[in-house]
């Protein structure tokens, strides 16, 4: 296996590549061995993205070489990479949900016999490559009825069914629970033994500290360095992806709280969520904590108006509340950050000052007519604040970067000057730049005496901003910590139900 593992499959030698005068790869260099678990770190606009799709011949290179197997090769397509051995599992899936498993699997690629598909044959072969990811399925199984990690490794067996010996795999874990991903884990370990290679994409650096053999890192477009994982801290990765030494996330700093901003009792939505209680003080972060499925996200869709509730009250500054819609929670003074921003926030085809602006064009639209000027001075000024890095304020939307879209959006909200701000999963997807900033930008938010409510599937994102933390399991709330007693373990044992607030007195 030694032999195995020292064994160069693929060699990137200064890879350069231009859009329009933007240079997203200069002088690029990789090497990737067989049988390795092969970490691509950095943060967004530093490259990673452009180099899976040169390496997946979605786009061409403008200069430098890439070996495959020893062979120079030079893909134009992504049919001939795949014929290579080259596959990309990208973070957005790509399959027909309507369709089989084992169809997904085979599209384009049917066994057939006489010129008719073989159905009991791709019946097999997939029973056998979904053995081999550990999933156990029917082939038959519509894609629709899958979960989110179940689809993930129906995508790993596609790589498999192409004689895959190098697959790539962007942000694989992003969207999938602590459970899931240690399971993603033992199937990428389990295919490395096999002597597969894996270029393993996250922002995620404990997680890639735990699976990756070595790392490398891009910065501006640029090759940073390749460190082996002995040798790797959190610490050094992150400063190699930023250049420069990043404040470690902390507990949040004592800071006086105000008064109760936010009291719910009861809440219940049948079938969703069951007698949840727990309060908000004005300059407080309060986390909300959970497994997948614990209710969450439900609570505060029933809270911000999305939802309607069933049973139980709603307090906003001692004044009972029960908001028919959002536009109503709005009226009031609050302001929610979905957790999909693409699907749920924003326009991803406007420019960023309409993303910015939309919810005080009533107040900028005197007659109906919106007065260009003050709304170009607001969205100008948000980017200002926000420190949103984009070229300027017509940029589409789907121009900008995880983190600076998500900037976008907080923006948004800032500007209707909220009196309690839900953030649902706020860092999920940006880079540990603009998380740094954004947990800046809600400690500031608190010091001004704004209520936080942070919903995170991240144990030490919860940990290190909230003052207190209630934690969820089934839709009922089972225990709440201050941020001096809370640890992950507290939390788990909540968050699965094995110990619960009643039990502990």
């Known amino acids: 296996m030694a032999e195995t593992n020292n064994a160069v499959l693929l060699r990137v ?14 002088g690029v260099s990789l090497e990737v061995r067989r049988g390795e678990v092969h970490a691509l770190v950095g943060e967004n606009g530093a490259g990673k993205s452009t180099l899976m799709n040169v390496l997946g011949g979605i786009v061409e290179k403008d200069n430098g070489e890439v070996e495959f197997q020893g062979q120079p090769v030079h893909f134009v397509t992504p049919a001939e990479s795949q014929a290579a051995g080259v596959a990309i599992i990208h973070q957005e899936l790509a399959m027909l949900p309507s369709l089989s498993v084992m169809e997904n699997i085979f599209m384009g690629r049917m066994p057939a016999r006489n010129g008719w598909i073989s159905w009991k044959d791709m019946e097999q072969r997939t029973r056998e490559l979904l053995n081999e990811v550990g999933l156990e399925v029917a082939p038959q199984t519509r894609v629709r009825d899958l979960s989110t990690s ?8 596609k790589a498999l069914s192409l004689s895959a010996t190098l697959i790539i795999m962007d942000e694989p874990n992003s969207s999938l629970t602590e459970t899931e991903t240690q399971r993603l884990f033992d199937v990428i370990r389990n295919l490395k033994a096999k002597g597969v290679a894996i270029i393993f994409v996250s922002h ?94 439900e609570t505060a869709r029933v809270i911000f108006g999305a939802d309607q ?50 919810t005080q064009l009533p107040r ?24 949103v890095r ?45 998380k740094a900033e954004i947990y800046e930008m809600m400690r500031e938010l608190a010091k001004q005496g704004i209520g936080i409510i942070l919903i995170s599937s991240e144990l030490s994102e919860i940990l290190a901003m909230s003052d207190r933390i209630v934690v969820m399991h089934e839709g009922r709330v089972t225990g709440t910590l201050d941020h001096v007693e809370a640890t992950e373990d507290k939390i788990m044992a909540y968050a699965t139900g094995i110990v619960t607030s009643d039990a502990n007195g």
């Open 150 to 157: 179940q689809s993930q490794l129906v995508e790993i067996a």
């Open 364 to 387: 900028i639209s005197p007659s109906g007519i919106v007065r260009a000027r003050k709304e170009s001075a607001l969205a100008n000024d948000f980017v200002q604040r926000l420190r």
């Open 390 to 434: 984009v070229p300027n304020i017509e940029t589409l939307e789907r121009n900008l970067s995880g983190g600076n879209q998500q900037k976008t959006v907080l923006a948004r909200w800032l500007a209707t000057n909220p009196k309690l701000l839900i953030l649902d999963e706020p860092t999920h997807g940006v880079d540990v730049g603009a």
């Open 309 to 358: 509730r069933d049973g139980g009250e709603v307090q906003l500054e001692n004044q009972p509340v029960n908001f028919k819609s959002p536009q109503d929670a709005i009226a009031h003074g609050l302001g929610m950050v979905p957790e999909d921003r693409k699907k749920m926030a924003l326009f991803m085809t406007k420019p960023v000052r309409w993303n910015i602006s939309m």
């Open 204 to 297: 995620r650096i404990e997680e890639v500290l735990q699976i990756a053999d070595r790392i490398t890192v891009l910065r501006d477009g640029q090759y940073v360095g390749t460190i082996d994982q002995v040798d790797a801290t959190i610490d050094k990765v992150i400063s190699m992806m930023v250049g420069r030494e990043l404040e470690r996330v902390l507990r949040p700093e004592g800071h006086r709280l105000g008064e109760v901003l936010l009291e719910v009792k009861g809440l219940t939505r049948r079938g969703v969520i069951e007698d949840v209680s727990f309060s908000l003080r004005k300059g407080e972060i309060l986390g909300l904590a959970g497994l997948v499925g614990a209710g969450r996200s």
């Open 13 to 26: 030698k200064d890879v350069s590549k231009s859009f329009g005068g933007v240079h997203a790869l200069r």
